[in-house]
């Protein structure tokens, strides 16, 4: 075969199946909504339609055993995650931050990174129909210059953007300098999430 693919990005799609665990992060995360007026405060003030706890808490799977169970199952998939990158780490990562986000009908999140971290990912709560897809966008855009736009049927990974849509209890992960971006919620009704971020 004369052309091989090259530089290849990784995107790991897994499961957390335990619908216990599932049901406890919502009622948390629903809790945390209602009493987190710092969050909501930082939310309303950032243009986030919804409620999220990414300025205003540090400390969830110390303060709340549930995110203790949800990390303990992260990081399983975070360990495989890092197998299939060829990480040369000597041990495993460490969660750094996680934060829970509820995004209101309308809600969206342009396209961003995460910086500092290694793997960046969101484990899914609550996906009503319409709640928006992940926006993964191919990190050499910038450097593209006069190439020409893809076809219509071009294969996955020559395309300059890919929709990953999530289902509850879906596991995403990716490396943390992979621009993304969360799709509108066109749904009628909030789309639950848990971010997070793992490092050295």
Not at 62 to 86: G, N, S, T
Not at 88 to 109: A, E, I
Not at 157 to 163: A, H, N, Q
Not at 177 to 192: C, F
Request: proline letters at 8%.
């Amino acid at each position: 075969m004369p052309s091989r693919s090259l530089f290849a990005t990784q995107f790991y799609e897994g499961r957390i199946d335990d619908a216990d665990l599932i049901a406890e992060v919502e009622a948390s995360v629903r809790a945390l909504a209602e009493d987190d007026r710092a969050g909501r405060g930082w939310s309303k003030a950032n243009g986030y339609r919804g409620y999220t706890s990414y300025a205003s808490l540090d400390d969830l799977p110390v303060r709340d055993p549930v995110f203790a169970d949800l990390k303990r199952a992260l990081d399983k998939h975070v360990a495989a995650f890092a197998r299939d990158c060829a990480f040369d780490l000597g041990g495993r990562l460490k969660l750094d931050s996680l934060w829970v986000n509820v995004l209101k009908p309308g809600g969206t999140h342009s396209g961003h990174i995460h910086p500092h971290s290694v793997v960046s990912g969101t484990v899914y709560i609550a996906v009503p129909p319409g709640s928006g897809a992940l926006k993964l966008e191919d990190p050499r855009l910038p450097m593209l210059m006069a190439a020409p736009g893809r076809t219509d049927d071009a294969p996955e990974p020559l395309r300059p953007f890919v929709y990953a849509e999530p289902a509850v209890g879906s596991v995403f992960l990716w490396e943390s300098w992979l621009r993304h971006e969360v799709m509108p919620n066109a749904a009628k009704s909030d789309r639950i999430s848990v971010s997070f971020n793992y490092r050295m």
